[in-house]
């Protein structure tokens, strides 16, 4: 079993600035991928950014050139670095670990609010 835990979600304004961190128990190295997802007030469950074992990146159209994922190996943790926030990135962000290529795991969330 995998558990992982959010933080670095807040109220900022528009065009600032925020940094979510994922800390998942267990080594980083389990997993084949990583990465975030939001979910807004009356939307699905929509993919953010991911990073594979590999160092390979996907982000969705909408953040892209503003989001950024990474990974520290050495603190056994991964990120996203978000910038020129907008008020439609208001969401509730989730950290997403996936295990051998299957076995999806999901943290609590972390409430992000971009005011205008």
């Known amino acids: 079993q995998v558990q992982l835990v959010e933080s670095g979600g807040g109220l900022v304004q528009a065009g600032g600035s925020l940094r979510l961190s994922c800390l998942p128990s267990?080594?980083?190295?389990?997993?084949?991928?990583m990465g975030w997802y939001r979910q807004a007030p009356g939307k699905q469950r929509e993919l953010v950014a991911t990073i594979t074992s590999g160092g390979r990146t996907n982000y969705a159209d909408s953040v892209k050139d503003r989001f950024t994922i990474s990974r520290d190996n050495a603190k056994n943790t991964w990120y996203l670095q978000m910038n020129s926030l907008k008020p439609e990135d208001t969401a509730v962000y989730y950290c997403n670990a996936v295990v051998r290529f299957v076995d999806n795991y999901w943290g609590q969330g972390t409430r992000v609010t971009v005011s205008s």
């Open positions: 267990g080594s980083i190295f389990r997993f084949t991928s």
